[in-house]
């Protein structure tokens, strides 16, 4: 079903704000967007390829094809990567969700509502919410899980909340979140695992093997799970939408051999499956009788430069590394080619807070400004490495053993040593690598934009002093825009504040981008409306950011 | 009296593995720490707190001892990543890792033995250099060439056996043997290249010799004088190997088990050691160096079975 033959059944659909892959994708060098040939001869962007819809069915079920498994299933303890999103999602209902445009509203939760100052966020929960158990989900539920788990010592997410001073109960309905400061980005962290509330009564009787036996308000009920073979859930039957789910079943099951994944689509073991790898979703668009429901987010690969370290203090010798870059080149080995455009900055083209502006600021493929500033830089009796004038720079561009990264830095190399660079590659295996990352350890190396949050998270993170500011670049331009955007609640305030990080990026260069990720969910053509969920309300939902589903609203014809 | 006097050496060299496996995880770059808070809370507090309360700064003795000592009581901890009991991992995935080894082995050695057998009866001739040449054709083949090989064929073309799905063997047998034959097979071919190239070499020694010769002359058949007089005594050195191939199965079962997503062994080391769930390597590396051991100690002790002269102190090599 080769959509290009049947235009009437393809449309554009905007890819926005998407789900949080973590922060942590900020180090991880993974080769999400890599690919070991995949072909290019679609379409460039999201391409949503479907066959009809049809009216909801119910019954049936589904088995989903996931590309890794979680660690846990417990928030604070787990580790949710896109495929363990697709899970929770089943089990968990999120207070918040992201509409097309970005932002922040009510999923579960009732209302979300600041005072004046953004200092304090009245949440309030819709009535007669159950967990699986039977537990009611109110405030105190909210509490317990917050002060015995999320805020724990120890919680992976503590770091993350630590903005919050106090969750209190005001009625059985409803609690205030006091922050620290004013921050208007703050509902977007309850879109996340902060914001899926967890059964406290079962938490706490399954003690240390709580995250094998989630127990939620979501869909569906966990039934079992064999670690590495397959998670069920059924459909919960008093769950508080009504006419959802529509499924009886889902089995979801970690298939991490992309090719065995797809494989498996095509021979029906499986029914779904999500990928973010680009060969993939250029070999699922070939396949007869499977829809397509791709995504292209903020993700996208790159660059960091550790601007601690002399040469990568001097911005003149960022801008050569930027501008020597022929990012076609890059995604072309990356296997994008025709599937993602070139990346300029921290959003994808459809979001909203894409910058125009920022992405014909953005330094590339101008060799020969390159070698000016690069010759500017090696002549300059004070040039900051402390080396002879004339002498080459020389550095180590660090990445992890994956095929397609080795290519790349490569292709990296060879555009620096053509400036007169004397560029040594190492290989060193992921969590050696995110070690060195985190004491600074490092020249160069690549590494995974993701951003995918809202932009004050994403950028407060990656560039005020902190464990994952691997850069160590800070800008005064950059906190007063964060100011600006924790202080108001304005969408054209925050999106002009965004833009002017966006543009000090593009000026100051310590990190580059190759192309985005673009990301699928693939079924075979009985699985239906799976980009189609709404909000409690009937509002439109984002769709499928980053291969991550809705099952609940998925129905089956078979 | 044989095994008690292998039994020491048994011992040594499991201490010597339990040594080795502890000192090279320990080694590995990366910290766990690290893995357990992820990047964003990875202050130098956090990960100091983290370290000290898994004891990772104690002496690399001190932390030696009281691993192998709460091991030997069948503790091995619980993992930093999942916070499972180690041994309870293991125990739930070895079955799956080993139901599909020994499939490997036994289809190996079902297609070997008549074919081994065969290449040697027929030394020399076609049939001999046909078998030969497809023998160290499916040598060269890595196992994963072969696994993406038999899912293209058997799953995605025929449809007649899935590419991924385990189904435990409680809950379906014919199903639990039907998601094991794809990666048994993978596995099997290699093995089954080795062990038809091994009895082949050993069976034209043994068609040569006297016995044979005898056996010939009163008229005793091919079919009997192959599998009653000459396999017993060609089968030695295939069995050796075959003890000592189990290390290329269960080292094939990393790459295997993570290809048809199986939940094995394999599978569990592999993770394991890309998320620096250090206790988890230790006790995984520790069972299968120890199965590992205790399949030749056992084929050692087959092989004095086979040929008495070994439990009598003479080498079949000085007779």
């Known amino acids: 079903m080769r959509s290009s033959s049947q235009p009437g059944s393809r449309w554009l659909r905007p890819g926005r704000a998407v789900v949080s ?69 089943a089990i968990y209902d999120p207070l918040m969700k992201r509409t097309p445009e970005g932002e ?47 805020v724990a010592p120890g919680s992976n997410l503590a770091a993350n909340l630590a903005e919050v001073q106090s969750l209190d109960v005001v009625d059985d309905l409803t609690v205030t979140y006091t922050l620290k400061a004013p921050n208007a980005a703050f509902p977007d962290l309850l879109t996340d695992p902060a914001g899926w509330p967890f059964s406290p009564t079962a938490a706490a009787a399954a003690g240390p093997d709580a995250g094998s036996s989630p127990v939620g308000t979501g869909p569906f009920r966990f039934v079992s799970w064999q670690r590495d073979s397959q998670l069920v859930v059924e459909k919960n039957e008093d769950y508080w939408q009504e006419g959802l789910p529509h499924l009886d079943r889902i089995t979801f099951r970690p298939i991490p051999d992309e090719d065995t994944r797809v494989s498996s689509l095509q021979s029906g073991d499986i029914d779904a499956m999500q990928s973010l790898r680009q060969s993939t979703v250029a070999r699922a668009r070939e396949i007869d009788g499977v829809d397509n429901y791709e995504f292209l987010g903020n993700n996208s690969g790159g660059s960091n430069f550790n601007t601690s370290r002399p040469p990568f203090d001097d911005v003149r010798v960022r801008r050569a590394l930027a501008l020597a870059l022929d990012q076609e080149a890059l ?96 290989q060193v295996e992921q969590a050696a690598y995110t070690q060195q990352a985190i004491a600074r350890d490092y020249d160069a190396g690549c590494t995974r934009h993701g951003a995918a949050r809202d932009p004050y998270y994403v950028f407060q993170r990656a560039f005020t002093p902190g464990p994952i500011n691997v850069t160590e670049f800070s800008d005064p331009r950059i906190d007063e825009a964060l100011a600006t955007m924790r202080g108001s609640a304005d969408v054209e305030e925050r999106k002009a504040a965004a833009e002017q990080i966006s543009l000090v990026l593009a000026e100051e260069v310590p990190v580059t981008f190759t192309g985005g990720t673009l990301t699928v969910v693939a079924v075979r053509d009985v699985v239906k409306n799976v980009d189609g969920w709404v909000f409690p309300d009937g509002s439109e939902g984002n769709g499928t950011p980053d291969g991550t589903a809705m099952w609940g609203h998925v129905w089956t014809t078979e | ?89 293991i125990i739930d995935r070895l079955p799956v890792t080993a139901e599909v080894g020994i499939l490997a082995i036994i289809i190996a050695l079902l297609v070997a033995i008549p074919v081994g057998m065969l ?135 990393v790459v295997i088990e993570t290809l048809f997503a199986l939940p094995g062994v394999g599978r569990l080391l592999l993770d394991s050691v890309v998320q620096r769930d250090l206790l988890m390597v230790q006790g995984v590396a520790l069972v299968i160096a120890v199965s590992y051991v205790v399949v030749n100690f056992t084929v050692d002790i087959l092989y004095s079975y086979l040929d008495p002269r070994i439990s009598h102190g003479r080498s079949a090599a000085r007779v």
Not at chain 1, 39 to 63: L, R
Not at chain 2, 51 to 78: C, K, M, Q, S
Not at chain 2, 147 to 157: G, Q, R, W, Y
Not at chain 2, 206 to 235: E, Y
Request: hydrophobic share 40%; with cysteine.
């Open chain 2, 119 to 253: 290449s040697a009866y027929r030394a020399g001739t076609r049939t001999d250099k046909i078998i030969s040449s497809t023998s160290f054709g499916l040598l060269a083949v890595p196992n994963f060439m072969v696994a993406i090989f038999l899912i293209l064929i058997f799953s995605v073309t025929l449809g007649i056996l899935p590419a991924t799905g385990w189904v435990n063997f409680t809950d379906d047998p014919v199903q639990n043997l039907r998601s094991a034959l794809l990666p048994a097979l993978s596995l099997a071919i290699a093995e089954m290249a080795v062990y038809t190239r091994l009895l082949r070499t050993d069976m034209i020694a043994t068609l040569q010799q006297d016995f044979v010769t005898m056996a010939r002359v009163k008229g005793v058949s091919n079919r009997r004088i192959l599998f009653r007089h000459a396999l017993r005594p060609s089968s030695f050195s295939l069995m050796t190997v075959a003890g000592v191939q189990v290390g290329a199965i269960i080292g094939g079962s």
């Open chain 1, 331 to 426: 995604i072309e080995v990356l296997g994008g080619t025709g599937l993602t455009p070139p990346s300029t900055q921290f959003f994808g083209p459809e979001d909203p807070f894409y910058s125009e502006e920022a992405a014909e600021a953005w330094p590339t493929n101008r060799p020969d400004e390159a070698q000016e500033l690069y010759d500017e830089y090696v002549n300059d009796p004070a040039r900051s490495d402390g080396k002879a004038v004339g002498d080459p720079v020389s550095f180590t561009y660090t990445c992890p053993p994956d095929p397609s990264l080795n290519e790349l830095s490569q292709l990296y190399q060879s555009f620096w040593n053509g400036l007169g660079m004397d560029v040594q590659l190492e």
């Open chain 1, 104 to 150: 922040p509203q009510p999923y579960l939760a009732e209302s979300m509502e600041p005072n004046a100052e953004l200092t304090v966020w009245t949440l309030t929960l819709r009535p007669d919410v159950v967990f699986h158990d039977g537990t009611p989900l109110n405030a105190q539920a909210l509490k317990t899980i917050w002060d015995t788990y999320l």
């Open chain 1, 21 to 89: 892959a973590g922060i942590v994708g900020l180090l991880m060098a993974t080769a999400a967007c890599g690919s070991d040939g995949g072909g290019g001869d679609g379409e460039e962007g999201a391409v949503v390829d479907v066959s009809e819809t049809g009216d909801p069915v119910d019954g049936g079920e589904i088995v989903v094809g996931l590309e890794a498994e979680t660690n846990s299933w417990l928030p604070g303890t787990a580790n949710f990567g896109n495929p363990g999103y697709n899970v929770a999602y």
């Open chain 2, 1 to 89: 009296m044989y095994v008690l006097r292998r039994l020491p050496s048994l011992l040594a060299t499991l201490f010597a593995v339990s040594l080795l496996t502890f000192l090279m995880t320990s080694l590995l770059p990366g910290d766990p720490a690290l893995q357990i808070l992820g990047a964003e809370n990875a202050t130098p507090e956090a990960i100091a707190e983290v370290r000290a309360e898994l004891g990772l700064d104690d002496p690399l003795p001190v932390r030696y001892l009281a691993w192998i000592g709460d091991a030997l009581t069948g503790d091995f901890g619980r993992s930093y990543r999942t916070s499972e009991p180690v041994a309870e991992a």
